[in-house]
């Protein structure tokens, strides 16, 4: 009922488009418990998990609670998309940590890998902080389009260039809520 209320907010398009589905939620989930799995086998220290604003918010809360080694979390915000479904190129940082990073461990939570020119700007931020580490675990990698030498130490799937929304990704701010990921198409 509260969304009906709210259903002026939300263009007629945008609260009738069927969204194609790409990776449903119960293999979101699934493939989350492995990857937790994978980086409990690795980290007996503590982790400072750091999520990248918006997009990742789902897949973070989802993934650390599922690890058993003792973390500290914070998140930053990179944006090159806008209300885009290309990206801009250009990284602009919009939050930074609030915690010390200094001599930890870090593991950095993106919700994709495309081009690979946020997480480049983000790494190379958080660096600068001197940790102990720090690993990339992203819930979707589009590997063929991947230039980087920066490696990807943890990832959910890989996928086709298509852009794409759900668990916490987003177009115009619209459809982050789905507990799937869907194929957004224009």
């Known amino acids: 009922m509260f969304c009906q209320k709210l259903s002026y907010f939300y263009p007629a398009n945008v609260q009738t488009k069927k969204i194609p589905v790409l990776i449903s939620a119960s293999e979101i ?3 989350v418990r492995e990857l937790a799995e994978e980086i409990n086998q690795r980290h007996n220290d503590s982790l400072l998990v750091v999520g990248v604003l918006k997009g990742s918010f789902l897949f973070m809360a989802d993934l650390v609670r599922l690890l058993s080694c ?8 990179a944006s090159s998309y806008g209300n885009s479904t290309e990206s801009s190129g250009e990284v602009t940082m919009v939050k930074d940590l609030t915690v010390a990073a200094r001599d930890k461990h870090i593991l950095l939570v993106e919700d994709i890998v495309d081009t690979g020119n946020t997480l480049q700007a983000l790494y190379w931020h958080l660096e600068s902080y001197q940790p102990k580490s720090l690993q990339i675990c992203t819930l979707l990698f589009k590997k063929h389009k991947y230039r980087l030498s920066i490696p990807i130490d943890y990832y959910g799937f890989t996928i086709e260039d298509q852009f794409v929304i759900g668990y916490g990704m987003d177009y115009a701010e619209q459809f982050r809520h789905l507990d799937y990921i869907g194929i957004y198409e224009t």
């Not at 003792?70 to 915000?77: A, G, K, L, N, S």
Request: charged fraction near 20%.
């Open 29 to 31: 989930q699934q493939r």
């Open 70 to 77: 003792p973390i500290t979390v914070d998140f930053v915000q």
